[in-house]
């Protein structure tokens, strides 16, 4: 198949619920293919108001990072203040929010960076990826279960953030460098 030959989508026959928990529900996909081939995936269902993840800049030369535990590896991790957009929310809205939760500081300027999904194949979850400037201290209670650890990085010293064995999210990941190739443009 070359890149100029149209895909067409395939044709959901039934789509139904196969597990649900306090956080998550599966639903399996019954699928037909354009080429006649019939196929059953599963995937997660998201919440459909997706997430945001801010890299706060405390000055021109300085990130601000957070630590806080990570349930699925069962780890402390190094990663920008992320959280999922409330009802009602713009994702700017939802990114100053954070911010305030998460590092104690608001911005007076949140940029859009670029839109990311995470394992699409499984999961139809977006995050809105940002940068903030013009930070001023300002503080709301967030949902975090222990206060999350503040860390500044000089965005000159990138290379040994990347070097961090706690720094491994790619969303994370995704922003610093998105973030530093703007800088350069």
């Not at 601000?64 to 999922?84: N, V």
């Not at 999904?117 to 979850?125: D, G, I, V």
Request: net charge negative.
């Amino acid at each position: 198949m070359d890149n100029d030959t149209k895909l067409v989508l395939p044709e959901i026959l039934k789509s139904q619920d196969v597990a649900k928990s306090r956080l998550v529900t599966v639903e399996a996909i019954d699928l037909k293919f354009s080429n006649g081939e019939l196929r059953t995936y599963e995937k997660i269902k998201g919440a459909g108001r997706g997430a945001v993840l801010i890299v706060p800049m405390l000055d021109d030369e300085t990130i601000i990072l957070i630590r806080e535990y990570c349930a699925g590896t069962h780890s402390y991790q190094l990663g920008f203040p992320k959280g999922l957009i409330d009802p009602g929310e713009q994702a700017s809205e939802a990114a100053n929010r954070e911010l305030q939760e998460e590092i104690g500081f608001a911005a007076t300027e949140i940029d859009y960076i670029h839109k990311v999904s995470l394992a699409p194949a499984f999961f139809n979850a977006t995050m809105e990826l940002f940068v903030a400037r013009g930070l001023y201290e300002s503080r709301l209670q967030g949902d975090e279960p222990e206060p999350l650890q503040v860390v500044h990085w000089k965005l000159k010293d990138y290379q040994q953030l990347l070097a961090q064995p706690d720094f491994t999210e790619a969303r994370s990941i995704t922003a610093l460098m998105l973030l530093l190739d703007r800088i350069k443009g």
